[in-house]
């Protein structure tokens, strides 16, 4: 029997697509307030850098990068499916093969702060 791939493909773009409309919005908001030189308590430099720098802050950065990595890389097959091309396995080895770049990337550069 051959173990279906879509399932867990189709998980990550939901669970990427549910965080990114929820942090993206408020990630905006928060950097139309610094750039107008409003910066809020939390978001100073030090307290970003001592954030990033704890555990939770790692994994917390990670599963977001990961996941949007992963929600862009499927979306991105979609669009090019939707504009006509139909080199689908090409497509999506092509942008799966990037998201996992991205992926091992932010885990490497997490673990080096």
């Known amino acids: ?28 908001a928060l950097f139309l307030l610094i750039s107008l030189g409003h910066i809020p308590d939390g978001l100073e430099y030090a307290a970003i850098t001592g954030c990033i720098s704890s555990w939770p802050g790692k994994i917390l950065l990670f599963g977001v990068l990961f996941l949007s990595a992963w929600h862009a890389a499927h979306r991105m097959r979609i669009i090019f499916h939707d504009f006509g091309i139909r080199a689908d396995g090409l497509i999506a080895n092509t942008l799966y ?17």
């Open 97 to 113: 093969l990037w998201a996992s770049l991205v992926t091992v990337f932010a885990a490497v550069f997490l673990l080096a702060i």
């Open 1 to 28: 029997m051959a173990i279906a791939k879509k399932a867990l493909v189709w998980s990550l773009f939901a669970a990427g697509g549910t965080l990114t409309a929820f942090l993206f919005p408020v990630l905006i």
